[in-house]
């Protein structure tokens, strides 16, 4: 269906949304008829001071103002109408008799078929009336004017409220249908922004439909379209005081039997009860809507005016006659818009009005740089575009990066003070990175920020690695001065990379050269304890780690072991350590095998309880039945069948107590076992501890050098040397025959013995072969009765085997 008649299907919900027939009171029972039909039309001009202005861009009248009013009738105007204007001062303040004044309007000379009028002192509403020549018509009007003006108060509020309600359904109407052959989609994008702007009820449901329904579903119910809109309802004020607005939404509700959205019907209804007190057999008052012209006003009416009698008296209302209540714009959002060039919009919201009326004008866009200068630049109110949209030319090249931008112009008469934007321009300063750039990680998608002079003018950013073609990039605007970038690389390899930002109207970009890495390690956290050379790094992948500097401390890798899904990487000190107070914030600088820096925050832990060895007694076991002894030298050996009995003394400011233990490990890596109060280890004092340890009841793997520290709950002091535990073979006897031949050792577990000879220092000594199995091995011959060997478990002690 063509729009037409599209639009023509639809007039007939009209009714609903303008203003009922103004008729008899059976007649307003019935369903309201459309203000369909047009009426003649207004030239009036409006003069204040030395201004003069055509009464569609006056929003109301002041004290003072001149007017001129003319009737525009076609020159073969057959009936002859009387143009009657009337001042009012209030509901309860009946008008003078000259506020009250007539031209005929088929008269020749200007001065009789016009009026030409002043608003008096203490004037507040203002009606016109065009009436049929019928004799007496002068003075049956003014009577009805001057015994009942609250009615008519009330009427010219209410006509002017559904006048302005008209405008923007109009203008929502006409932007609609001039969408009619524009892109497919571009009507689903715009009639949101049209419904913002103008304040109107939007059908969501429209949108859904097929292209060529769309228009038509959207002008649908224009009874239910337009929304109550606080500006223009505050310029009247009911006979109560209260505002216009506050019956609108009251007409408004599912009791009132119109549906939610229908503050045009509210006004209706009280308007044909008004009226219909006046209904006499000479005449009947016929409402009128203004529509705005640029010469003055046309008139439209729902009902056709009778020439017979009654006759119809069409009632046209003026703007009130009071203050100026400039539009209460708002901007819409805090972002930076970019002026750099024509068509940009200026979102704002809040006085549909500036949309549907030529009220506001000469608007403009004021911009001022920090050193003062300042320019003006023009705008155009554009409802399908949500805002005031920016014409005429570019801003001079003065105004660049950041400036100060104030929306004003003039709203009827006087001047109005919109709000102030925050706009850009290019600029020539470049780009830089926010934070570390550093963290471009191959495999997956970036977050980066970067800084500069005019992020809301950006046009395009682009991503380009090598010889390869450039792409696209994810971008928004955050603040004043940052763009905030998707940087996609889960599809691309390690390596330098750089990233193009085009300005609008600016033909080269500016390039920000950068380099993306292989997935770096996870830090967790860093363990260092205060007085320590020593730390604990936690995290993942910490085998890409090259070094950790902590205030000085230099510290670098030494063992990597994993604990489930989490690195532990011990770190040692490679220069004295710095004095770092338990408690203190430090931050570390972890750097890289691929020469990246992270920072990692740390607090300095407690220093860790501390411990020293104050004296031990190593004690031998009971020599065997049938065999050689072997004797020890010093206390730092204990035999396999000995024990060792040993004393710490507590380092400062530690106190040792009962639930305290102290760990015995071999130096590589092995069983260890963790003396306590339970298995051979007693307090002497807060101070010393004393500790027995039997080797019988270690695990056999546990031998060679030992080393012992304490434990306290989680904390553990530093590792020191103990002693070293050695497994003794068990020899049956020695027998030697002639020198030259020497000696034979019997026994058994021989492969415990490194190798044998017959002075201290092993000089020429015989090598006992790794994994040696036998019963008996050759030794030289001793040189004063005693064999010396040097045993597996302990390469750097001696001990004797006699030889008799």
């Not at 019956?247 to 408004?252: E, K, P, R, S």
């Not at 599809?491 to 930002?501: H, M, N, Q, T, Y």
């Not at 004295?576 to 107070?581: H, M, S, T």
């Not at 007693?682 to 030992?706: H, I, N, Q």
């Amino acid at each position: 269906m063509p729009i037409d008649r599209m639009m023509r299907a639809a007039r007939c919900a009209l009714g609903g949304l303008t203003l009922a027939m103004l008729a008899p009171a059976a007649v307003g029972a019935a369903e309201p008829a459309p203000f369909e039909l047009p009426g003649p039309a207004l030239d009036i001009l409006v003069m204040r001071g030395d201004q003069s202005l055509p009464i569609a861009q006056v929003p109301s009248l002041s004290e003072g103002d001149r007017l001129s009013i003319e009737a525009d009738l076609p020159a073969d105007q057959g009936a002859r109408f009387i143009l009657v204007s009337a001042f009012l001062r209030g509901a309860t303040n009946p008008p003078p008799k000259d506020w009250v004044r007539f031209a005929e309007t088929w008269k020749k000379k200007d001065k009789d078929k016009a009026l030409v009028l002043t608003v008096p002192k203490g004037a507040r509403q203002m009606v016109l009336f065009l009436v049929p020549d019928t004799g007496g018509a002068e003075g049956v009007l003014s009577d009805a004017v001057r015994g009942k003006p609250g009615e008519f108060v009330r009427a010219t509020q209410d006509l002017n409220q559904a006048s302005l309600d008209r405008s923007r359904l109009d203008a929502f109407m006409a932007a609609i249908k001039a969408q009619e052959n524009s892109h497919p989609e571009y009507l689903r994008s715009v009639a949101p922004t049209l419904a913002r702007s103008l304040a109107m009820k939007l059908n969501e449901e429209c949108l859904s439909k097929v292209v060529e329904m769309q228009a038509a579903c959207l002008l649908d119910n224009r009874d239910a379209l337009v929304l109550s809109d606080v500006h223009s309802s505050s310029i009247a004020e009911t006979l109560t005081g209260a505002p216009t607005d506050l019956a609108l939404q009251l007409a408004a509700t599912r009791e009132a039997g119109y549906g939610f959205y229908s503050p045009y019907i509210g006004v209706v209804r009280d308007i044909a009860k008004i009226f219909g007190a006046f209904s006499s057999p000479q005449f009947d008052y016929l409402p009128t809507l203004s529509v705005r012209k640029p010469e003055g006003m046309s008139l439209l009416l729902n009902a056709a005016p009778s020439f017979q009698k009654p006759k119809s008296v069409m009632v046209v209302a003026m703007p009130s006659i009071e203050a100026d209540s400039p539009p209460r714009l708002r901007r819409s959002g805090d972002a930076p818009i970019c002026v750099a060039r024509a068509g940009t919009v200026l979102p704002v919201e809040g006085a549909p009005l500036i949309f549907s009326t030529p009220y506001a004008r000469e608007v403009k866009l004021a911009l001022k740089t920090a050193s003062g200068e300042t320019v003006d630049l023009p705008l155009e109110a554009r409802a399908d575009r949500g805002g005031y949209v920016l014409t005429g030319d570019d801003a001079p090249p003065a105004f660049k990066g950041t400036v100060q931008g104030h929306l004003f112009g003039r709203w009827g008469f006087d001047r109005f003070e919109g709000p102030d934007f925050m706009v850009q321009m290019p600029d020539a300063g470049g780009w830089t990175v926010e934070g570390d750039s550093a963290a471009l990680v191959v495999g997956r998608d970036n977050g980066l920020v970067l800084k500069g002079g005019a992020p809301a003018c950006v046009e395009s950013v682009m991503l380009r690695q090598g010889e390869g073609a450039p792409k696209p990039m994810e971008w928004k605007v955050q603040g004043r001065d940052a763009l905030a970038l998707t940087v996609p690389l889960t599809d691309r390899k390690p390596g330098a990379l750089s990233i193009e930002v085009k300005y609008q109207g600016v033909a080269q970009p500016s390039a920000i050269a950068l380099r993306s890495y292989a997935q770096a390690s996870r830090l967790d956290g860093l363990l260092l304890h205060a007085g320590d050379k020593t730390a604990l790094l936690s995290g993942q992948r910490l085998d890409q780690v090259e070094s950790v500097d902590v205030n000085g401390l230099l510290m670098r890798p030494d063992g990597l072991t994993r604990d489930g899904a989490v690195d532990r990487l011990r770190l040692v000190g490679q220069s004295d350590a710095v004095a770092l107070e338990a408690g203190s914030a430090a931050t570390a600088r972890v750097k890289l095998r691929d020469e990246r820096s992270v920072s990692l925050a740390l607090t300095v832990a407690d220093a860790r309880p501390q411990i020293g060895l104050l004296s031990k007694d190593v004690s031998l076991g009971a020599p065997p039945a049938n065999g050689k002894v072997l004797a020890l030298n010093g206390d730092n050996l204990l035999p396999d069948n000995g024990q060792l009995v040993f004393s710490v003394r507590a380092g400062e400011g530690t106190k040792l107590s009962a639930s305290d233990a102290i760990e015995v490990a071999p130096v590589e890596d092995g069983a260890t076992i963790r003396l306590t109060a339970a298995n051979g280890l007693r307090l002497e004092s807060p101070y010393v501890m004393v500790a027995t340890l039997d080797p019988k009841a270690m695990a056999p793997s546990l031998f060679g050098p030992l080393r012992f520290r304490l434990l306290r709950g989680g904390e553990a002091s530093d590792w020191q040397p103990l002693v070293t535990l050695a497994r003794l073979p068990q020899i049956a006897a020695v027998s030697c025959a002639a020198k030259a031949d020497g000696c034979t050792i019997t026994g058994r577990d021989l492969f415990l013995i490194d190798a044998v000879g017959a002075t201290p220092t092993l000089d020429q000594a015989a090598q006992v072969a790794h994994g040696y199995t036998g019963s008996a091995l050759k030794a030289p011959a001793p040189q004063d009765g005693k064999l010396y060997l040097r045993l597996r478990d302990a390469p750097d002690s001696v001990v004797t085997l006699p030889a008799a």
